[in-house]
């Protein structure tokens, strides 16, 4: 990255947060790369490619995700499943440094404050170059990883993914006493308890959507009226929840309501996976491969 200076790493950083400044719930990674040439003349050396790449992924997009190391060790940025957020911190910093090269120049100060402060054991042998190249390609593939997941339980038959929610249930120890055959489900999918006879309250109620439009507050107060004071309801959709939806369930004082999203759902899956029966295994099969997580 020699070729970069740090007044280009602040110019490509502060674009960065120009993009997800109004976007509170984060942006896919790509999506803000495939942008990133809309707010900037990019130079012959940023539009080639790496000998190591492939000749259509150009070099700006690798300089740009090195730089959000930096910026992400400074505390002013996130990453989770290929989303990228902005940081209370990283706020504050875009407004009080507004010229790029002081701005990229006070993150690598945070960097290096950090980098000073951890804990040192036997394999800080390993240098920071090293370390970067480690941790942008664990962030490559945890990306392709989350994208492969999100198509395949986007494209999964609905009676399919429903099943996997009660799979999911019974490996977290609920008892599921039925499961909505296909046809019309007056808008109740699941319903589980959490002893075996159904004896103990509350009885739960689960609506499933396997769809990537996110639920509408209309349909979340439609599941809501089916919903008795006792009962909790638990509302799965892989395509998320409107805003207003979010907060008519947070709001609610008589009925209890749980939203699960994709990624919610996919972190319970992964919790409990060893307690999934093998149909359910080889209904969403997982296989875990570990990186070196160097510094973290």
Not at 123 to 151: G, H, M, P, R, Y
Not at 169 to 189: E, N, R, T
């Amino acid at each position: 990255m020699a070729e970069i200076t740090i007044k280009r790493n602040g110019e490509f950083s502060r674009i960065v947060f120009d993009l997800l400044w109004d976007e509170p719930d984060g942006l896919q990674a790509k999506v803000i790369l495939n942008r990133i040439p809309e707010f900037t003349e990019l130079s012959e050396y940023e539009k080639g490619s790496y000998p190591s790449d492939p000749p259509n992924k150009s070099r700006y997009e690798k300089i740009v995700r090195f730089a959000t190391l930096t910026l992400k060790k400074a505390g002013w940025f996130e990453k989770l499943k290929g989303c990228w957020y902005l940081t209370e911190e990283g706020r504050e910093a875009y407004k009080k440094y507004k010229d790029p090269e002081m701005f990229f120049r006070e993150a690598k100060r945070l960097y290096q404050e950090w980098e000073k402060n951890r804990p040192v054991d036997e394999l800080d042998a390993i240098d920071e170059e090293e370390v970067e190249k480690i941790s942008f390609s664990i962030e490559e593939a945890e990306e392709n990883s989350w994208e492969q997941i999100q198509e395949f339980l986007y494209k999964m038959n609905p009676y399919d993914f429903q099943d996997l929610v009660a799979d999911l249930f019974l490996a977290m120890g609920y008892h599921v006493s039925w499961v909505s055959p296909p046809g019309k489900d007056q808008g109740i999918d699941i319903i589980a308890y959490t002893d075996p006879l159904g004896a103990k309250p509350p009885r739960i109620k689960v609506q499933v959507k396997r769809r990537e439009q996110s639920v509408s507050v209309s349909d979340l107060r439609s599941f809501l009226a089916v919903l008795g004071s006792d009962e909790l309801g638990v509302f799965v959709s892989s395509g998320g929840f409107s805003k207003d939806a979010e907060i008519e369930s947070r709001t609610q004082e008589r009925r209890k309501i749980t939203l699960l999203d994709l990624e919610a759902l996919f972190d319970l899956w992964l919790k409990h996976y060893d307690k999934l029966t093998q149909e359910a295994k080889q209904r969403f099969p997982l296989k875990p491969i570990y990186f070196l997580a160097q510094n973290e």
